[in-house]
């Protein structure tokens, strides 16, 4: 029974020398009243309380805080400041908090039901086809401008490409356009050296 007494009197004797062993600082505590001692002091005062809102915190704000305490002590008062400056930004720094994922206030089959967006001139299909043409118009003009002998071949082709447009018969507008830029081809070569 003495022999249970004695063991545990130990072990509760080990533990509380190991507990104090960790909340205290290395060294003794400043005298307040300078400017470096009292922030050194709010330092420990500041990683004490972080022990108990952010223990992640805590340990590196009591390293840093320690950190000053030697420093101080030792007489390097700039060491001392950014030791006990960092131990207060370790202590406050603010404990990591999952993001909550948002979900989405739209029901999910509203995209079901959606329009596509409109197109101006009715289709890609009519699109592509008006820049066929003016592509075409262009050909045909230069051919004009000059004096090409394929003008009035390339302007029936022309002519029938806008017919197709007008028609909404999109393949034919694409043969046609192609059919009037390759017969002024040259002449457009032409026209864009002189430039």
Do not use: W
Not at 3 to 27: D, E, H, K, M, S
Not at 179 to 194: E, F, G, T
Request: proline share 6%; hydrophobic share 50%; with cysteine.
């Amino acid at each position: 029974m003495i022999r249970q007494c004695i063991v545990t009197l130990a072990l509760v004797f080990a533990t509380a020398t190991g507990a104090f062993a960790q909340t205290v600082p290395a060294g003794t505590p400043p005298a307040p009243g300078r400017p470096t001692a009292n922030l050194v002091l709010d330092a420990m005062l500041a990683s004490a309380r972080a022990a108990s809102l952010n223990p992640s915190a805590a340990q590196s704000a009591s390293l840093n805080a320690a950190a000053a305490v030697q420093r101080y002590n030792m007489g390097d008062l700039n060491g001392a400041r950014s030791a006990a400056i960092q131990a207060l930004i370790e202590a406050n720094r603010l404990p990591q908090t999952p993001i909550p994922v948002l979900q989405s206030t739209i029901p999910q089959t509203s995209a079901l039901h959606t329009q596509p967006f409109l197109i101006p001139g009715g289709s890609v299909a009519a699109v592509d086809a008006n820049a066929f043409v003016a592509q075409a118009r262009g050909a045909v003009a230069a051919c004009a401008q000059r004096n090409a002998s394929q003008t009035a071949a390339a302007t029936q082709h022309l002519n029938a490409a806008i017919g197709d447009e007008k028609a909404g018969r999109y393949q034919a507008v694409g043969t046609e356009a192609r059919a009037a830029v390759d017969l002024c081809a040259a002449a457009q070569q032409q026209l864009n050296q002189q430039r």
